[in-house]
């Protein structure tokens, strides 16, 4: 009976525990293990704009203007092979220039803002930095004076992901209609990407949103007058989290709503 006893506490111990996890996810609360750093990797850096990175605002990420989106000059534009089609905006890497006359010691961290295009009527050693396959990175001109005289121009660099480090939640900015929901994702900790969105109205299960271009994602769904709920897999290692009522239902677009969870 003793043993029966034992089995029975520790099944009931078990289907709790199962119970409180599952509650934990679908309240947002739950993530798997924190992203960490990569290793270290070769490219070039390059700069673009001046020292107020005016130039560097608004970007294929669609993040607007980086000082009140929040990422402000520590930016860059990533090469066609580091963009990924937009899945690695909101990345965070940090760089340090090597073997160049021109290079200050220790690295900044950026976050990935913009593309870098190809440029074939240029060589690729000489003026098409961008051209696949090479790895390279535009820097917003602080970014880059932080690691090299911006005299030198071009510099080669060691690079490596690292976590985002970012205060409160994710960040919604909305476009589109009630009819077209179009949201631009920003502030996203931890890997710092987006793989997949969902979106889930108070009237309706989950909606998969498709990946229109670098940090943003639709939906063609009518959602306008409810309750706005978000599930999100992060890009890099496919942790996922519910960000539970984002926005209320009379949200409006060109509004954006934080939401009370983000990766880590």
Not at 136 to 148: E, G, Q, S, T, V
Not at 165 to 192: D, E, H, P, S, T
Request: one cysteine or more; a positive charge.
């Amino acid at each position: 009976m003793a043993s029966f006893n034992c089995r029975w506490r520790l099944s009931f111990f078990l289907i709790a525990t199962m119970a409180l996890f599952h509650q934990a996810i679908a309240a947002g609360y739950y993530t798997t293990p924190k992203f960490k750093a990569m290793p270290w990797k070769l490219a070039y850096a390059t700069f673009y704009g001046d020292e107020t990175a005016s130039e560097t605002m608004g970007g294929a990420c669609g993040y607007g203007n980086l000082f009140n989106s929040g990422y402000g000059t520590a930016t860059a534009a990533l090469s066609t092979v580091l963009f990924s089609n937009g899945y690695s905006c909101g990345q965070c890497f940090q760089i340090q220039c090597v073997k160049s006359k021109f290079c200050y010691k220790g690295f900044t961290t950026i976050t990935a803002t913009n593309l870098c295009p190809p440029n074939w009527a240029q060589d690729s050693n000489h003026g098409g930095w961008c051209n696949p396959p090479r790895q390279h990175f535009d820097m917003a001109k602080p970014a880059f004076m932080k690691i090299a005289q911006w005299k030198a121009g071009i510099v080669p660099v060691t690079y490596r992901r690292v976590p985002c480090i970012k205060k409160g939640g994710i960040r919604f900015a909305f476009q589109g209609n009630g009819y077209w929901l179009l949201v631009y994702v920003m502030n996203v900790a931890g890997g710092g990407d987006v793989a997949s969105i969902w979106v889930k109205g108070s009237k309706t299960g989950w909606i998969s949103m498709s990946h229109n271009w670098g940090a943003s994602y639709q939906a063609f769904a009518t959602l306008a007058g409810q309750s706005l709920s978000f599930k999100l897999t992060s890009y890099t290692n496919h942790e996922t989290i519910i960000a539970s009522n984002v926005a209320p239902s009379n949200w409006h677009v060109g509004m954006t709503y934080q939401a009370k969870v983000n990766f880590h």
